[in-house]
């Protein structure tokens, strides 16, 4: 497992290098950025990794950042750090996605908790793009045939359907969806429907 | 001259030279007023005056607290995790001391950051006596920027401030002129909220004519139509969704205006409002 990154985004430079020192102090690598524009523009955010942004700065507020990030479909776990926190202003960042809203002066232990909550998350989120990347290059592998079958199977559709639908016969049926199967490494029909709605699902979002 | 019952009171006396038929002086004629209620009258309106003053600039720091409430959070936040830092680093087998020192090192640059904020604010709160001293209005100006520069960031509103160089003193009551001046800001940052576009404040000064010192607070708000000029002035007259008290331009005016200066609206083709306060030089010179 990578070591895992922390961004901190802070336009006080005090607060910046303290933030620096004290999760450095446990063991993680720390990058400092003053404004939410230089974090945007230092290249691909490592992952895992977490951000760690006051929610008030100067050029462009903690949340217009969090916005910017979801656009370019950066989805590096946020925890917010803020003087004062507002109802509207936490819900909004919440419903954004951050994973925490940390009044300051933020504690050692409600920060590390934090942290290690986001790095989570972001291992996990990781985790499952992996699993959805290994998929996809799956279902790549799937003739047109074959994808063909692959939906009509995760309808529900049994093969006597299926073979009506696309006129072919129920024995070339059985064919593809053992092709299928093996391709897209299912052990059951129940596990190739849910990588069925998986794919769906991420065609969906995309 | 103190008398026997009322105690001390004051009189003035105007004397008139009696003349002789022949030359010389026979004697004088006195006339003895006693000044005693309209010294006290004077002393009054000049204390309500100074309360009034201090009422209203509790009011505006007021406004300015979510403000100060951020300028002593980072310190104290920095302090925190330096502090947590430093005691995690003692709790090592070896500790690396450099580190421990170099925390301390920027906990106490912290604290003493914090501390400035608050004496800024006490020096700005503190109700004194009205005290005048010689004075350079570019420092004055500079330190109002100081307190407000903050709220101005968060407002995303650039300050802008042009400075003559070597502008003679003038004989003021520093936090008095500062009220002035934080008053005419604050109106500013509230004027261009409107402003979609680029926010600007344009605080100017200059010599005017040979006797006054001039400032100038521009804002690219919506300005102030005719109507309202002759109106601002006036106490309790706010133009404020939010509900001003409505007394900082009326206030402003009046210390202006006890200082010998003036304070009015600058009728211009620019966009937005000009506002000018105008003190005389301080007798001295520079």
Known sequence: MDEPTIYVVDDDESVRSALKRLLSSHGTSVETFSSGMDLLQSGPLKSPACIVMDVRMPTATGLEVQEELARRGIKTPVIFLTGHATVPTSVRAMKAGAVDFLSKPVDENDLMSAVYGALNRDRGAEAERAKARELQDRYADLSGRERQVLHLVALGKLNKQIAHELNITEKTVKAHRGKVMAKMKASSVAQLVRMADKLATAEAER | VPYLAAGKRHVEVDYVPHFGQEAGVLGFFAFIQDVTDRRRADAESQRLRDQLAHVSRVASMGELTATVAHELNQPLSAILSNAQAALRELSREDPRLDGVRSALTDIVADDKRAGEVIRRIKSFLRQTDEKRETADIN???????????????????????????????????????????????????????????????????????????????????????????????????????????????????????????ELTVVESDRPGATLRLKLPIASEGR
Do not use: W
Not at chain 2, 201 to 217: F, Y
């Open chain 2, 139 to 261: 420092t004055i100006i500079e330190e109002v920027i100081n307190l407000i520069h903050s709220e101005a960031q968060l407002r995303k509103v650039k300050i802008k401030a042009r400075y003559s160089e070597r502008l003679p003193h003038v004989c003021v009551d520093r936090v008095q002129i500062q009220q002035i001046i934080l008053n005419l800001l604050m109106n500013a940052l509230d004027a261009v909220a409107k402003a979609g576009r680029q926010k600007l404040v344009d605080v100017e000064t200059e010599l005017c004519g040979r006797s006054a010192v001039m400032v100038s607070v521009h804002d690219n708000g919506p300005g102030i139509s005719s109507d309202q000029v002759s109106r601002i002035f006036e106490p309790f007259y706010s133009t404020k969704a939010a509900g001003g008290l409505g007394m900082g331009l009326a206030i402003s005016r009046a210390i202006a205006e006890a200082h010998g200066g």
